[in-house]
């Protein structure tokens, strides 16, 4: 089962627990959902993610982690997804949204480039905004939806699948 695979990356419950950090959420992480392994917690774990992957905003493992506990999904795959978007991928993420969010809104694509400064942000950053915002939401939904499909087509697949392989075995364990 995918079960399996994912057990293996994974890493334990108590370990998670045990982190310095966590000790704040006191019992919120005894809640068995958030680190149980079966189709519905990982699809919607894979859903978290991946929208979360797409927020332009700071705190995505932050957003996901609470987004994990408010839907009772698998809090590890929620969290460990939104490092799609790191710092080598978000430019080419972001650029894309806002490309997409400029063809969307039928907006004209501005000229602009990036400086890692506060001036820049509040100078350039108002501009560029609305059409990034649109861009980023619809690929959020749009990606978290076809995980969360994914996962649950690919589990079911996988589980029909070893069956059809033990019923098999089960017959030629039967033949004379």
Same mark, same amino acid.
């Given at each position: 089962?995918?079960?399996?695979l994912?057990?293996?990356?994974?890493?334990?419950?108590?370990?998670?627990?045990?982190?310095?950090?966590?000790?704040?959420?006191?019992?919120?992480?005894?809640?068995?959902?958030?680190?149980?392994?079966?189709?519905?917690?990982?699809?919607?774990?894979?859903?978290?993610?991946?929208?979360?992957?797409?927020?332009?905003?700071?705190?995505?493992?932050?957003?996901?982690?609470?987004m994990?506990?408010?839907l009772?999904?698998?809090?590890?795959?929620?969290?460990?997804?939104? =490092? /799609?978007?790191n710092?080598?991928?978000?430019?080419?993420?972001?650029?894309?949204?806002?490309? %997409? #969010?400029?063809?969307?809104l *039928?907006?004209?694509?501005?000229?602009?480039?990036?400086?890692?400064?506060?001036?820049?942000?509040?100078?350039?950053?108002?501009?560029? =905004? /609305?059409?990034?915002?649109?861009?980023?939401?619809?690929?959020?939904?749009?990606?978290?939806? %076809? #995980?969360?499909?994914?996962i *649950?087509?690919?589990?079911?697949?996988?589980?029909?699948?070893?069956?059809?392989?033990?019923?098999?075995?089960?017959?030629?364990?039967?033949?004379?």
């Amino acid at each position: 089962m995918p079960k399996k695979l994912l057990k293996r990356w994974i890493p334990d419950p108590d370990k998670i627990k045990r982190q310095p950090g966590l000790h704040l959420l006191g019992s919120l992480l005894d809640d068995p959902n958030l680190f149980h392994l079966n189709r519905h917690s990982v699809s919607v774990a894979f859903f978290v993610g991946l929208f979360c992957t797409f927020v332009p905003l700071p705190g995505q493992m932050v957003m996901a982690a609470l987004m994990a506990f408010f839907l009772r999904s698998n809090l590890p795959i929620s969290v460990g997804l939104v =490092w /799609i978007s790191n710092p080598i991928t978000i430019p080419p993420i972001f650029y894309a949204c806002y490309r %997409l #969010g400029v063809w969307m809104l *039928q907006a004209p694509e501005l000229e602009f480039s990036i400086e890692l400064s506060w001036a820049w942000v509040c100078e350039e950053f108002p501009k560029l =905004w /609305i059409p990034l915002l649109t861009g980023s939401l619809f690929c959020a939904v749009l990606f978290g939806c %076809l #995980g969360y499909l994914f996962i *649950q087509g690919f589990w079911r697949w996988h589980v029909v699948s070893n069956w059809e392989k033990r019923k098999l075995a089960r017959r030629q364990a039967k033949k004379p």
